[in-house]
């Protein structure tokens, strides 16, 4: 069985502080590949970052940034110098290879950047 | 934008009606999957089609249905609906069912049931 653990339900912050969404996952998968999606008022899913369960490399691409670490099965998600367009709700996923595309998500953050 | 289009964007049933959702994949996508985003929760896995075939389902009932037709496009059929079914339902296309294909989504259809 698979999960994914997002314990913080709401997270405020005023605009131009650094904010850490965190993100627990289980699988008994050795191959899988986790995700961030970002969900704006507006419903659409943005994809955010994917990342290979043999890949532990941190990745940093302009504001945002991930670390990784199968010892801890935690995969979190840093916002640098907050906006306030990236207010949103923010959801961690699991996909491991079941033969079809089925993602297991976390029950997402909702960040909401104060100007 | 993704190019995954779906209809209506809202709609409003009455219970123990039938509703029909529609996805429009991405041009060269292959594979659809639906999802249900109760309010306040993540999406839930309904069920994946690939080249017009159903292979894979979550945990959902046999009233919710569904269909791919030859150019890919999609359908979500809920038959006698219930309050709980009340959500936002997003599809996903992607260019094959692989573990590593990309998936993307539709803005999705919020269904409202009364």
């Known amino acids: 069985a698979q999960k994914v653990t997002q314990a913080q339900t709401e997270i405020s912050v005023v605009e131009k502080e650094d904010v850490t969404l965190d993100c627990v996952y289980e699988t008994r998968d050795t191959t899988y590949y986790l995700f961030w999606y970002k969900q704006p008022p507006s419903g659409e899913l943005v994809f955010l970052i994917r990342r290979n369960s043999f890949d532990e490399q941190n990745e940093i691409s302009g504001r945002y940034s991930w670390n990784f670490q199968k010892s801890t099965s935690s995969f979190n998600f840093t916002i640098t110098a907050s906006q306030v367009v990236d207010s949103a709700v923010y959801f961690c996923?699991?996909?491991?290879?079941?033969?079809?595309?089925?993602?297991?998500f976390g029950t997402g953050t909702k960040l909401q950047v104060i100007p | 934008e993704t190019g995954v289009t779906q209809s209506p964007t809202h709609l409003i049933k009455t219970r123990g009606q039938q509703v029909t959702l529609r996805c429009s994949s991405q041009?060269?996508?292959?594979?659809v999957s639906w999802y249900q985003q109760a309010l306040g929760q993540g999406p839930q896995f309904i069920f994946q089609y690939y080249r017009e075939e159903e292979n894979g389902r979550g945990n959902f009932p046999p009233r919710f249905s569904g269909l791919q037709f030859p150019n890919y496009s999609s359908e979500l059929n809920v038959n006698a609906l219930e309050l709980d079914d009340s959500a936002l339902y997003l599809c996903?296309?992607?260019?094959?069912?692989?573990?590593?294909?990309?998936?993307?989504f539709g803005q999705g259809t919020r269904l409202t049931v009364v």
């Open positions: 996923a699991l996909r491991a290879p079941e033969g079809y595309q089925k993602v297991t």
């Open positions: 996903a296309s992607s260019n094959g069912p692989a573990v590593n294909t990309e998936a993307f």
């Open positions: 041009s060269g996508h292959n594979t």
